[in-house]
């Protein structure tokens, strides 16, 4: 089992930055991936940016050169931090986790979800 502790939402206005931070805990054999994805009111949940073990990191476009995404492997942490921030923004933050466990099942697992509101 995976817990996933998530902290850095807030109020900002546009073009300002919020950073992001969450930490993994709990029992488990080895974190794969780790990520954010986000959900505005209406709307479906939506990939933001995520990190696989190995370093690679996928964004999603509408993000790419404003969010920046840092893994801390033996923290077993993930940090989004986001410049240039826009009403559009706005959204619940979750963040993810795959996971193996001590007996080798693979599952996904999710934060609480954090609140960002950017005001213009």
């Known amino acids: 089992q995976v817990q996933l502790v998530e902290s850095g939402g807030g109020l900002v206005q546009a073009g300002g930055s919020l950073r992001l931070s969450c930490a993994a805990s709990?029992?488990?054999?080895?974190?794969?991936?780790m990520g954010w994805y986000r959900q505005a009111p209406g709307k479906q949940r939506e990939l933001v940016a995520t990190?696989?073990?190995?370093?690679?990191?996928n964004y999603a476009d509408s993000v790419k050169g404003r969010f920046t995404l840092s893994r801390d492997n033996a923290k077993n942490t993930v940090y989004l931090q986001m410049n240039s921030l826009k009403p559009e923004d706005t959204a619940v933050y979750y963040c993810?986790?795959?996971?193996?466990?001590?007996?080798?099942?693979?599952?996904?697992?999710w934060g609480q979800g954090t609140q960002v509101t950017v005001s213009s």
């Open positions: 990190s696989t073990s190995d370093g690679s990191t």
């Open positions: 709990g029992s488990f054999f080895r974190i794969f991936a």
């Open positions: 993810s986790a795959r996971a193996m466990s001590s007996v080798g099942r693979v599952l996904d697992y």
